[in-house]
Structure formats: C-alpha cells, structure tokens
T-cell receptor, first 112, second 115 residues
C-alpha cells in the first residue's frame, strides 16, 4: 500500500461530459503529480502541485485542469471528454524534489 | 532535456533464468534514475532508485541495477526469475533541470516468465 488514495477506481461516461478525479497523497507529502497512461502514449506527465501551488505543467490539454486544496488532496477535472481521453489516470505524491514518487492505483476512465 | 529509452517492449524468460531489462538515459545533468514495476490493475511500485551514491543499487524482490555513466545505462537485473515477476517495468529519470521532482518514464517493458 503506497498510502496514496485515488477515487473512483473506475469511471464510465459519455463524450462531452465532465468528470472529477480525486487524489489523497501520502501523509506528509506536499507534492502531488498527475499522470495519464494509455497504450499509445505510455505514461505522460500532466501536472504537479506543491503545497497548493502549481509547480510544473506537462502535456495537459486545455480541457483538463487540476487543483490542490489546503488539506493537500488534489482533484483533476476533465471536461468536454473525447473518446481519446479514455486512459488510466494516476496520482503520485512525494515529500521533496529528490524523493521517489509514490503512486496510487489509478482511476480508469472510459469515454463512450 | 532528460529522457529514457527502454530497449525491448517485451521480454520473455524461463522461470529461474536471468532477467535483464535495458534502460538508457539522456540527461544534461547527473541523473536520478528509478525502476518501477506495475502489476495488472495496480499502480506503479518503486523497485529501486539511483541518486548518485553507490553505482550498484539493490532493490526489492531481488532486483538490482547498475548505473554506468560511460554507457548512459541503468539496466535492471535479477539472477533468477520467478513467476510472480511477470509484470510491466518502467525506467524513469527525474527531471532535475526543473527541480520539480517529476519523473520522465520510458515506454515500459513487459516481462513474461514461462514455467
């Protein structure tokens, strides 16, 4: 158990809809990272938050946004969903820049 | 910019045989390197990490990796494969140039272990 909790485990929705993925980091970790895993793109970094502030941005679409709340949990919002957004979305956390990332079990999003 | 390349998207070995999963990195600064394992329907689990201490790094489940600067490699090995080692393995480099701690992953190698 990595200590990182992601909900829900599975999400099935239709094109054009909006969903919210939730992540609770390990106790004490200030950084939260979001990754998207798909067969064709592999593991792609989306965005990072550190103690409530956006720290780094990767290949995140404009339709996607995230935030980190004062209690350090994070949410990834995906809107105007397309079939190609179907993927496994991982959240990871760490306590500082040189520490390894600890991953949650992911949310599998299926867009129909 | 940092990047990693995993040679071989699929590796098959017999139970008890040597496991060798290849990873080469590209980095403009001394890298921090990691190997993660992903079992079906699970998240990524850290196997081991290199952060500029000893070049031979020992991890969990009998895995180890050797950092070779001259070859820009960080190959993962295990002397004797077990059926439970069947999984997908990812090599990753830390993006130290941005000092954010984010990891850049290779495309992954699926390890199959045959009885």
């Amino acid at each position: 158990d990595s200590g990182v909790t992601q909900t829900p485990k599975h999400l099935i929705t239709a094109t054009g809809q909006r969903v919210t993925l939730r992540c609770s980091p390990r106790s004490g970790d200030l950084s939260v990272y979001w990754y998207q895993q798909s067969l064709d793109q592999g593991l792609q970094f989306l965005i990072q938050y550190y103690n409530g502030e956006e720290r780094a941005k990767g290949n995140i679409l404009e339709r996607f946004s995230a935030q980190q709340f004062p209690d350090l949990h994070s949410e990834l919002n995906l809107s105007s969903l397309e079939l190609g957004d179907s993927a496994l979305y991982f959240c990871a956390s760490s306590d500082q820049g040189t520490s390894p990332l600890h991953f949650g079990n992911g949310t599998r999003l299926t867009v129909t | 910019a940092q990047s990693v390349t995993q040679l071989g998207s699929h590796v098959s070995v017999s139970e008890g045989a040597l496991v060798l999963l290849r990873c080469n990195y590209s980095s403009s600064v001394p890298p921090y390197l990691f190997w993660y394992v992903q079992y079906p329907n699970q998240g990524l689990q850290l196997l081991l990490k290199y952060t500029s201490a000893a070049t031979l790094v020992k991890g969990i489940n009998g895995f180890e990796a050797e950092f070779k600067k001259s070859e820009t490699s960080f190959h993962l090995t295990k002397p004797s494969a077990h059926m439970s080692d069947a999984a997908e393995y990812f090599c990753a480099v830390s993006d130290r140039s941005s000092n954010t701690g984010k990891l850049i992953f290779g495309q992954g190698t699926t390890l199959q272990v045959k009885p």
